[in-house]
């Protein structure tokens, strides 16, 4: 063969490559056996952690763990738990979804005054195909400890008063519904693998959605109300925890595969990349997370704080919803009054002055007071939002539950409000 | 033209005429027409009496559920129901103002009858009603020690209850559960009468820190 005859068989080579090269790259075209090469790691580069550990996970009562879900109302915030959709005056998610669109039926003045406390719960995650998805033993232990996981929503899901066989039962049932496949590849933490997976977590726009705190990566932007979906982006920190590395690798490849209403768009990765992308999900060394600052209360006022100035920042606003009097409300005074959640009817009644002032009944169906101190000192009241307040900085306590519960906690300003109004005797 | 075309002939304008008249009579065809939708006044109205007697303004209160329900005392009511809750806030304005109702300017004297309490005897009768509507409702409602520390003021009020009240009272006292300054009030009375002036003091403090006003706070016997 000539050299000009080589030159052009060169030529075609290369432009046949570049050509296929560009095609692999294309977002739905991408090929798994054709990649962008990955970089070598530099010594020091991508240093890889090991699994984060979970209690072992022996499998609980399916049977009891669905019984479970109806008894803690699940369904009356998530989807996909296999009950029936509530009844409107029961969907929280529904309720403020119509509220904040303007579809509830009441008159306007309501929906003003309601709509800036509505919020809350309207992007709450489906429970479709969990068992495909997460680790039976990590949703237990959020069923237990509940934590901020998803930056972009408040952290509202509730601290239920479930023992660690319910939350097993439970755990059980829903994630018995699916079952995780086969990983098409091994993931393993491998630095070369990690390396190209936190690039390609930039790359391929990862970043536009999710958080991956303790990894030097940049901030999804504010989330846009059109995109409200955005919200449900979980902290890739904690996938290492949630899922198991082959299953993050599918998950990666079609996420519509493993959980049929799957928000988590196609971003068609090729094998390879995904495999790397889960490789540093799954091992990537990430900085340890800062601790939060303890909760500090402030000190009690001392200008006069009368009931109507707490009514209208505090228990109207947060308490009222779930504490309320059943004779106004159709017999259904909320979870907090005559129960729900798994809760037993409290008859906390924050509805009026004198209701907040007859207290709630005790496990023992005793009526105590909501002002009784607790160990710490504090009355019983104040001592539930200040434990909300340090359940979110992952402080939880036995003897008080965090109120309002599944709510953010209130500010401090909020609580030295309600805590200067009970140290003044409770003035009207 | 036969006869039976003349009978049908007269029985279609018969029948026009007939609709022309109902219809200008129900204004139908005229855009004046609208559905008639019966709104019951109460329910804002007993709501409203309930926010009038928690803010102090028990007069006006009872004014307002004697005007509303005039007939109120003939009815036996569920506590929570409407009337219930109408029958709560007079028992506890009656009580408050001693079993006499001064309000024939807002109520129409026919109306009023023996609430206004300025014949003999009237007064103790209407603390009795009180007293029974208030008994009634906390039996219905075990718990309700709101209910119960407005049954305690009350009996407060009557001397033969007084014992009662007090054991009421002094029970909800010691868990921090009497539900008014004005229960304290009643409490801080039943002490002075007993001669316990220090427990008096700690009641009358305990009003006077939950009171809007001092005015609840004033021991009335």
Known sequence: MTNRAWRTLWAIAAATGLLLAAACRAPNGGSPS???????????????????????????????????????????????????????????????????????????????????????????????????RLRPAWVRGYLLHPHRLRPGLAQTMPRLKLS???????????????????????????????????????????????????ADLPLPPKNDPVLRTLGLAPDLRYARERQEPATLLRW???????????????????????????????????????????????????????????????FAVTCRHCHTNPDLADGDGGPGSTGGFGFKARKIDFSSYQGIQSGGVDAQGERVSLFAPTSEGLPRL??????????????????????????????????????????????? | MSFRKHTIWAVMMGACLGI???????????????????????IHGVAQ???????????????????????????????????????????VALSRSQGALPVASEVPLDVLGSWQGSRPGEASLNLAWSVSVLQRQSEAKADDVALKTDLGEAMARVPEL?????????????????????GYAALAALRSQSGDSDGQKLAIKRCEAMAKSPDACIIRS
């Open chain 1, 34 to 132: 054709a990649e962008k090469p990955r970089p070598a790691p530099r010594a020091g580069q991508a240093p890889v952690a090991t699994l984060p550990s979970l209690p072992a996970f022996e499998a609980g009562n399916v049977e009891h763990g669905q019984a479970l879900v109806a008894e803690f109302e699940c369904n009356r915030c998530h989807a996909g738990t296999g009950l029936a959709a509530p009844k409107l005056e029961r969907d929280c998610v529904g309720c403020h979804e119509q509220i904040a669109t303007d579809k509830f039926k009441t008159t306007s003045n309501k929906v003003a005054k309601w709509k800036p406390h509505v919020l809350a719960y309207r992007d709450v995650p489906s429970l479709t195909d969990l068992g495909a």
């Open chain 1, 252 to 314: 990666l490849l079609d996420p519509a595969q493993v959980k049929h209403d799957a928000a988590m768009p196609n971003l068609a990765l090729g094998l390879a990349d995904a495999r790397d992308l889960a490789a540093f999900l799954s091992f990537g060394e990430l900085a340890p997370l800062a601790p939060r600052p303890a909760f500090a209360r402030l000190p009690v006022l001392a200008r006069r704080v009368g009931f109507d100035e707490v009514n209208e920042q505090v």
């Open chain 2, 49 to 91: 009496a309930e926010k009038q007697l928690a803010n102090g303004s028990r007069l006006a209160a009872a004014a307002s559920v004697i005007r509303m329900i005039p007939h109120i005392k003939s009815l036996k009511s569920q506590p929570g129901s409407l009337v219930g809750r109408a029958e709560r806030v007079l028992a």
């Open chain 1, 164 to 214: 660690t066989e319910q939350a097993t039962d439970i755990a059980t049932y829903l994630t018995s519904t699916a079952s995780p496949g086969a990983a098409p590849l091994p993931v393993t933490p491998d630095p070369a693998q990690t390396a190209h997976g936190k690039q390609l977590l930039s790359e391929r726009g990862c970043v536009g959605c999710h958080q991956l705190s303790g």
């Open chain 2, 162 to 182: 007084r014992a009662q009240a007090r054991t009421i009272l002094e029970e909800l006292a010691k868990r921090d559960l009497i539900a008014s300054p004005e």
């Open chain 2, 20 to 42: 022309s008249v109902v219809a200008q009579e129900a204004r139908a065809c005229g855009g004046e027409w609208y559905p008639e939708v019966m709104v019951d006044p109460r």
């Open chain 1, 382 to 428: 104040v001592a539930a939002l200040v434990a909300r307040a340090r359940e979110d900085r992952g402080q939880e306590s036995d003897e008080v539950r965090g109120m309002p519960l599944g709510l953010p906690p209130l500010s401090a300003e909020q609580i030295q409000l309600v805590e200067s109004w009970v140290a003044q005797g409770r003035p009207l």
